[in-house]
DNA sequence: ATAAAATGGTAAGATAGTCTTATCATCAGG
DNA sequence: CCTGATGATAAGACTATCTTACCATTTTAT
């Protein structure tokens, strides 16, 4: 029905034009003169119109006046769209949405997306917290292209790489009987206030669990449990990647008796892959987090 | 550099997409399924990227989710320049600028504009009118088309298709002595009072030539001619065609010895060829008016 | 559970399109 | 008149694209 524009041939048309003859124009193109001339003949006869005059050298006919600035203009539209395809290739623009727990987000992410935004400075970044289910959530409905965190039940939807051990212990204030232990066994913890928290499931399944039983307080916001620490109310297990360093009266002991560890790694959706933005993200997170 | 997308590509994708597989696409565009799958492969790999997951059928990676609006909009403007140029080409839009003399614009074109508008409804015309001189300085600066004039000397730039021949004949009021006269022989008119016009120059080197000795007036407006006629202030000298057929006092009488004519025809730019909107109405002039 | 039908991918060969080299006809300028 | 441009043409090499036939896998239906 409508003929089928070849993109090359209007090129040649245009460079015709523009460098005032075919010898010129085949020199620009790194083609032969008789390239574009049959080239064009073609093109025309598809159209049923000559572009150029038949007499005189390369000169339009009104129908090649009125077609070589569409053909710009479509040539135009065809560069910015071989462009910025191609920028998305080379992650030169794009953007990822990542998800993280809140843990690695405050202490793994900074680090990254600094390394990020300076490899990739046209990539554009959403970072997106959450506790670990939320997080799962966030994957599996495809709203973030990656996530950082741990994974509870295997999904087959959903696929994990394992990065790093983030070993659980004890968190208490400082000036507490246990604190300044290297290690503890989960039996010495018998009697004291435990304060549960978002985390606290790890423990469940191991030797450990008992101590769930003792506990009175659940406190799922960060915030409110290092308050609560603060306050010497009690002592809470976090691991180690969740402990707030930065805080002056709080002390963590790792358990060694039993080791109870949650296993933070990068979770996508399965069998789908990765933006070229997103697979930038990961491999740097393989780069800077495998080495463990 | 940046790599050529074809347009036949991004169509199989955007099919494969709608359709929801490489068969019913195929299907649609009466290709075999291999060549889909083939040449979507070959545009993968000149892009960098897949376009469709490998695993499931025919799932848009994200990659390919980004790509797949661009590629429709390509193929939007490409069909639409596509049928732009074939309406062109097939003159259903255009449009075309004439010039005419005025006995010509006003006798002959609007018979000529009527039909053409019937036959080509989505052509436009613009009809410019002036003496002949200015008619073919319009053509020959390629701001009209095609004229309907005569032409008074010849112009290796411009071509002229002879069309009819227009009687020079004397017109007087309808109670002059020679009204009623089948034919005139110039010595009949010596003594009378003669008034040129922009048309008497058709007389020099005719045997009546010496009758622009005895005309006193020159007058190149055909209102103010036609009223010192009216008047019965002298007699004139038109051709058939610019005689005011439509005026009740005004009779005209061919002369026939010597027998004058001028030459109308078809004015156009030599060795530049037409729009196709012009093409249509030189084509329709011809049709109605070389059957003389 | 197994057979049947549908998915897309691969290979080989035919066909069509596009390029290059070599050559031609025409025209402008020295 | 000749030289150096122009673009057109012809023949053949090369490349792209399509089709047929076949395969492996997955889905559907019995």
Redesign the interface.
């Known amino acids: 029905m409508?003929?089928?524009?070849?993109?090359?041939p209007l090129r040649y048309v245009v460079a015709v034009v523009d460098e005032g003859g075919f010898h010129a124009a085949a020199r620009r193109l790194h083609r032969s003169q008789p390239a574009l001339s049959m080239a064009i003949k073609e093109l025309e006869q598809r159209?049923?119109?000559?572009l150029f005059?038949k007499?005189?050298k390369s000169?339009l006919?009104?129908?090649g006046a009125?077609?070589v600035p569409?053909?710009r203009?479509?040539l135009t539209?065809?560069?910015r769209?071989?462009?910025?395809?191609?920028s998305?290739?080379e992650r030169r623009a794009?953007h990822v949405d990542i998800a993280a727990v809140p843990s690695v987000a405050s202490r793994l992410m900074p680090a990254l997306l600094a390394d990020f935004a300076a490899a990739h400075p046209g990539l554009h970044i959403s970072l997106h917290d959450g506790n670990a289910d939320f997080v799962r959530e966030l994957v599996s409905r495809g709203e973030v292209?990656l996530a950082l965190t741990s994974l509870w039940q295997h999904d087959e939807r959903l696929s994990f790489a394992p990065l790093m051990h983030d070993a659980v212990g004890v968190v208490c204030r400082d000036d507490h009987r246990l604190a300044g232990r290297e290690t503890l066994n989960w039996q010495e913890l018998q009697g004291e206030r435990l304060i549960r928290n978002g985390t606290s499931r790890l423990l469940e399944g191991t030797e450990a669990a008992p101590l769930l039983e003792q506990s009175a307080f659940f406190i799922s916001n960060m915030i409110s449990l290092t308050a609560m620490l603060d306050a010497g109310i009690g002592v809470t297990t976090l691991p180690r990647l969740a402990f707030p360093e930065e805080h002056r009266h709080l002390c963590f002991i790792p358990l060694s008796e039993p080791r109870v560890e949650r296993e933070i790694g990068l979770l996508q959706p399965a069998?789908?892959?990765?933006?070229?933005a997103?697979q930038a993200m990961a491999e740097l997170i393989f780069e800077r987090l495998l080495k463990s």
Chains 1, 2 share one sequence.
């Open positions: 409508l003929p089928e524009l070849k993109i090359q159209l049923g119109e000559p005059e007499a005189g000169r006919t009104p129908f009125y077609c569409r053909f203009e479509l539209q065809h560069d769209l071989s462009r910025d395809i191609v998305r290739v794009g292209d069998r789908r892959s990765l933006s070229p997103a």
